[in-house]
């Protein structure tokens, strides 16, 4: 655990050379015998048809973890993966899934601008689609040898629709001899997790893996039950007689998730009374089941809280390889999906006091009764009266329960020839991938008070004698249908890309690639009329929306060009420089076509990057600078009702990256990284309600100028047990591009420790947040993206507090 996995940031992965990666080799192991680190002889192999290549060659930015540094790390959630880059950064404070991943200042959230690839295919093809966030398709185990993470536009090369980067997971597949792993993990928040991971040969030419994982916690904010449960598990077989290689793999995703939004708070570092923000929640285990209208009105839909976003997915992987002769090879990949996605959450929308919420229902009421004088709250569990002045925090919330549910099916296919020269490689591919998915919506809301795991609230009217008129709600629920739709979409596309590299001196290496992408789309979606559900007691029912049996179909296709150009040169063994250009697109997912709602491509997008590289054993430097034009942005956001936000804008940023690594002394070792930015819309004006808006000038929603990570280790006991800390400074964001609701910076602390016991057992320890800092990481998106006054109360998605997690690894 020496500074060689400090320093698993450095490793360079050739892509372009290959444009998905390589599969089949880790990072070479260089002076393991004396645990000497030198960055110089870091070699990756992209492929027996491309050669080694060392990380000075390399022409982009990039991060690598193997997975002794990721066991450190020990990542939730695929966004903490991405995250450990600098330049990048992510929202993680949704939980496992539904997080945000930023990249270098582009505007938009999700995964919009990085693909997620497993083996160098998606996890999913549209992995920044409403509801299908690529996190939803996979998990963080024992099985992933390797995460490498690609910065700028390179990766537009390797995947489409990728200007801000990819994040490619290697699996570990095969082993010389037989090895395993297997580990145990407790924590608060009732946790328990177990992982393994076994492979090995099986003969000469055939070895198999198998692994996964299964855990259960209540998801770090307590709703009185297990939030997430479930697992992953995955086997495959490998034949490699060194001149021909097939894999064929099988990995299930079933696991629920649940996913946290912005709730009240006292300010943007402090939560409510009897709300903490590092640890409250606004889910309660008293009121998690749901019997809501169906699409016909009829009320036969249950609705489980507790469910949070369901993934139950099969994925079926074969990767191929064969040598045709001495210098040309033909790579075959090829992944099938299929499953459901059931998306089930608590959604923050509304906030108002308890007497502006009064005043306001009673006039509702009067409405639908004139005899109504007055409103009671009731709990809408036990039929109890509750007084306006037990309201906790005087707050009545509207949360939204957003129901979705997702059949999915995803066919991709990819085949590259690659061709090796003396001083150079080539490849051509072609990429194809089709997905159906039909997405049924069925959103309700709710009331409920400002309080930790709050009560239900029921709202009914009174006349002046104290008798029940009529109700505001039913069952808790204060509107029935707030967004109901039902979208079907088949979407087909083809790419051609190119890549050469080539040695134009022994210090001067040029590559350049083009991805021509493809992309047909076809669906419905559903046409709704509302109708009177006819319940005399309550007035929700009155106009309800249900599907008409009509729908409206959409067509849509679009061809797309990316290129990039990119020069590495070696000044001396030591020292080193890289420069590229490129230009790339991202095609809008499918909202788009549902809502008509923004622009089909967001293209010319023109990224430049270049940097220097330093490297002596002992120490590494990498800093690289980056500037970044996005003339064409179509900017879209999604509110708790179904009203959709959306312009078309233009942005740019520039900035610093570094990556420093030091090793004063065998005991001692430090990384350094952050990213310094300047991010800004150039042009983003129009007119809305309030009449003509310019924000041109104002920094990039949700993202900071600044953020850094410091990380120190001690290596104690004649290197027997790591003792390591992780600093994270988050700079000053803002909530909305008007700028109105900005979001503190904040400091973030972790603490951790490894003690190998043995050989083959170790003993881990993590405290993630140690000194329980509150740091916001959004407001409430759903009261609008592009102006937000942020409301009378402020809304706003919290870190987690502190947590506490102690583990057990077994290997061989």
């Keep these: 655990m020496k500074f060689r996995h400090a320093l698993a940031f450095g490793v360079a992965l050739?892509?372009?050379?290959?444009?998905?990666?390589?599969?089949?080799?880790?990072?070479?192991?260089?002076?393991?015998?004396?645990?000497?680190?030198?960055?110089?002889n870091v070699i990756v192999v992209t492929g027996a048809t491309t050669g080694e290549r060392s990380r000075f060659e390399t022409t982009y930015a990039i991060t690598v973890l193997d997975q002794d540094e990721l066991n450190r790390r020990a990542p939730s959630a695929i966004s903490d993966i991405i995250g450990t880059a600098p330049g990048l950064y992510v929202e993680s404070s949704g939980g496992v899934i539904g997080n945000n991943v930023y990249s270098r200042g582009l505007p938009n959230d999700n995964y919009r601008y990085i693909p997620v690839l497993e083996d160098g295919l998606p996890v999913w093809e549209e992995g920044a689609g409403a509801f299908t966030n690529a996190d939803i398709f996979y998990r963080v185990d024992q099985t992933i040898e390797s995460a490498q993470i690609v910065r700028g536009g390179s990766a537009s090369i390797t995947a489409s629709n990728a200007p801000g980067g990819v994040l490619n997971?290697?699996?570990?597949?095969?082993?010389?001899?037989?090895?395993?792993?297997?580990?145990?993990?407790w924590g608060d928040y009732d946790h328990f997790r177990g992982d393994f991971n076994l492979v090995g040969p099986i003969s000469d030419d055939v070895s198999f893996h198998v692994g996964g994982f299964y855990r259960s916690d209540n998801g770090g904010r307590d709703p009185g039950f297990n939030g997430n449960r479930g697992g992953?598990?995955?086997?495959?077989?490998?034949?490699?007689?060194?001149?021909?290689?097939?894999?064929?793999?099988?990995?299930?995703?079933?696991?629920?998730?649940i996913f946290y939004t912005p709730m009240p708070l006292a300010s943007t570092d402090e939560g409510l009374p009897g709300l903490s923000a590092q640890d409250g929640t606004l889910y309660n285990s008293d009121w998690r089941n749901f019997i809501v209208p169906n699409g016909n009105g009829d009320f036969e839909t249950d609705v489980d809280l507790g469910d949070g976003v369901y993934t139950n997915t099969d994925t079926l992987t074969v990767l191929g390889e064969s040598f045709l002769n001495d210098w040309l090879s033909i790579n075959v990949k090829g992944r099938y999906t299929s499953g459901r996605v059931d998306y089930i959450g608590l959604?923050?929308?509304?906030?108002?006091?308890?007497?502006?919420?009064?005043?306001?229902?009673?006039?509702?009421?009067?409405?639908?009764?004139?005899?109504?004088?007055?409103?009671?709250?009731?709990?809408?569990?036990?039929?109890?009266?509750?007084?306006?002045?037990?309201?906790?925090?005087?707050?009545?919330?509207?949360?939204?329960?957003?129901?979705?549910?997702?059949?999915?099916?995803?066919?991709?296919?990819?085949?590259?020839?690659?061709?090796?020269?003396?001083r150079g490689s080539i490849t051509v591919g072609y990429y194809y991938s089709n997905f159906d998915q039909r997405q049924l919506w069925n959103w309700n809301d709710v009331l409920v008070e400002a309080l930790n795991r709050p009560r239900l609230l029921d709202v009914v009217g009174q006349d002046a004698s104290g008798n029940d008129t009529v109700a505001l709600t039913l069952n808790g629920l204060s509107n029935l249908h707030g967004n109901l739709q039902l979208f079907t979409d088949h979407v087909e596309i083809n790419a051609l890309y190119a890549t050469g590299s080539f040695d134009v001196t022994d210090a001067l290496r040029v590559d350049a690639g083009l991805r021509y992408h493809m992309v047909t789309k076809a669906g419905t979606i559903a046409r709704t009329n509302s109708i009177?559900?006819?319940?005399?007691?309550?007035?929700?029912?009155?106009?309800?929306?249900?599907?008409?049996?009509?729908?409206?179909?959409?067509?849509?296709?679009?061809?797309?060009?990316?290129?990039?150009?990119?020069?590495?040169?070696?000044?001396?063994?030591?020292?080193?420089?890289?420069?590229?250009?490129?230009?790339?697109?991202?095609?809008?997912?499918?909202?788009?076509?549902?809502?008509?709602?923004?622009?089909?491509?967001?293209?010319?997008?023109?990224?430049?990057?270049?940097?220097?590289?330093?490297?002596?054993?002992?120490?590494?430097?990498?800093?690289t600078l980056f500037y970044n034009n996005f003339p064409n942005i179509a900017f879209s956001n999604i509110g708790a009702n179904?009203?959709?936000?959306?312009?078309?804008?233009?942005?740019?940023?520039?900035g610093v990256e570094v990556e420093l690594n030091w090793q004063p002394a065998d005991i001692f070792d430090i990384a350094v990284s952050g990213s310094l930015q300047d991010i800004s819309y150039t042009g983003f004006s129009g007119t809305d309600a309030n009449g003509p808006f310019d924000f041109s000038g104002n920094q990039i929603r949700r993202q900071p100028e600044y953020t850094a990570s410091i990380r120190p280790t001690l290596h104690l006991l004649d290197e027997k047990l790591d003792i390591f800390a992780n600093a994270q400074f988050i700079g000053r964001r803002y909530e909305d591009v008007a700028n109105t609701v900005e979001l503190p910076a904040y400091t973030v602390i972790d603490l951790g420790a490894d003690l190998a016991v043995?050989?083959?057992?170790?003993?881990?320890?993590?405290?993630?947040?140690?000194?329980?800092?509150?740091g916001i990481t959004e407001g409430n998106p759903r009261a609008g993206a592009i102006s937000n006054t942020g409301g009378p109360i402020f809304q706003g998605r919290p870190i987690f507090g502190r947590q506490i997690r102690v583990g057990a690894t077994v290997s061989f």
């Design 347 to 422: 959604f923050s929308n509304n906030v108002e006091t308890v007497s502006d919420f009064q005043a306001r229902a009673l006039g509702s009421l009067q409405g639908a009764d004139p005899l109504t004088t007055g409103v009671v709250f009731r709990n809408a569990n036990t039929g109890n009266d509750i007084a306006a002045s037990d309201i906790g925090n005087g707050l009545v919330l509207t949360e939204s329960i957003f129901a979705t549910f997702v059949d999915v099916e995803n066919l991709i296919g990819d085949i590259s020839f690659n061709g090796e020269f003396d």
């Design 232 to 257: 992953q598990f995955r086997a495959g077989l490998t034949y490699d007689d060194g001149e021909n290689s097939l894999y064929v793999g099988y990995r299930k995703l079933a696991d629920h998730a």
């Design 642 to 654: 179904g009203q959709v936000e959306s312009a078309t804008a233009a942005a740019r940023s520039y």
């Design 758 to 774: 043995t050989d083959r057992i170790s003993l881990q320890a993590m405290v993630t947040n140690l000194f329980d800092e509150v």
């Design 14 to 40: 050739s892509a372009l050379s290959n444009p998905v990666f390589a599969q089949d080799e880790a990072v070479a192991d260089q002076s393991a015998e004396d645990g000497e680190f030198d960055p110089m």
């Design 532 to 623: 009177d559900l006819g319940n005399p007691d309550t007035i929700v029912d009155d106009n309800v929306a249900v599907f008409s049996g009509g729908v409206t179909p959409y067509n849509f296709d679009t061809d797309q060009l990316a290129f990039s150009l990119g020069a590495n040169y070696e000044f001396n063994p030591d020292f080193a420089a890289f420069a590229r250009y490129s230009r790339s697109f991202r095609v809008t997912p499918e909202f788009q076509q549902w809502f008509n709602c923004c622009g089909n491509v967001e293209d010319d997008i023109e990224l430049l990057e270049g940097g220097l590289k330093y490297s002596r054993p002992g120490i590494g430097a990498f800093v």
């Design 169 to 185: 997971i290697v699996t570990k597949r095969t082993a010389p001899t037989l090895e395993g792993i297997a580990k145990v993990e």
